[in-house]
C-alpha cells in the first residue's frame, strides 16, 4: 500500500514518515459489506483494522459496547495483550479498511513511539469503559 495513502488515516498520520514506509508493504484495503463480522470474540487475533470509511459495532456477550467510525481503529487488544479478542466487531455499513498483518503491527508498536502511545491509551480506555 502507498505510505502516502496512509498518512490521510489519523492512526498513521501520527506515524513518522519512515514508519509508514516500513508498515506500507504489509497493509491492504479491504471493503466489506454491511453485516460482515470482521472478528469475533474469543477467536485468535492475527489482524489489526483502521477504518477508512463506514461504522461498526464492537459486541460483546451480544451486549453492543460502542459503535467504531471513521478514522478508529481495533484489534489491538489480541495483538498486543490477549491473543484472543475480547469482543466481536460487526460492520454496520459498507466499509474500506485497511488491515495489517500482526507481524507488521508488532514491529510497527515497537518501534514508533507514536503508534506505541495510540495502542496503549486505547487499551487502557477499552479495558477501563463500562459496557453500555
Known amino acids: 500500500m502507498d505510505p502516502e495513502a496512509l498518512a490521510t488515516l489519523p ?3 501520527a506515524l513518522s514518515a519512515d514508519a509508514r514506509r516500513a508498515v506500507a508493504p504489509y497493509a491492504e484495503r479491504i471493503e466489506v459489506s454491511e453485516g460482515t463480522q470482521l472478528t469475533g470474540q474469543e477467536r ?3 489482524l489489526f483494522f483502521v477504518i477508512e470509511r463506514g461504522r461498526a459495532a464492537v459486541l460483546q456477550d451480544d451486549r453492543e459496547l460502542r459503535e467504531l467510525a471513521e478514522g478508529e481503529f481495533f484489534g489491538e487488544i489480541a495483538l498486543l495483550e490477549t491473543k484472543e479478542r475480547t469482543a466481536s466487531v460487526v460492520a454496520r455499513s459498507p466499509m474500506r479498511l485497511i488491515v495489517v498483518t ?6 510497527l508498536v515497537a518501534n514508533d513511539p507514536a503508534a506505541a502511545r495510540e495502542c496503549e491509551a486505547a487499551v487502557r480506555e477499552r479495558w477501563a469503559a463500562p459496557a453500555t
Open 44 to 46: 485468535q487475533g492475527y
Open 102 to 107: 500482526e507481524a507488521a503491527f508488532k514491529n
Open 11 to 13: 492512526f498513521f498520520s
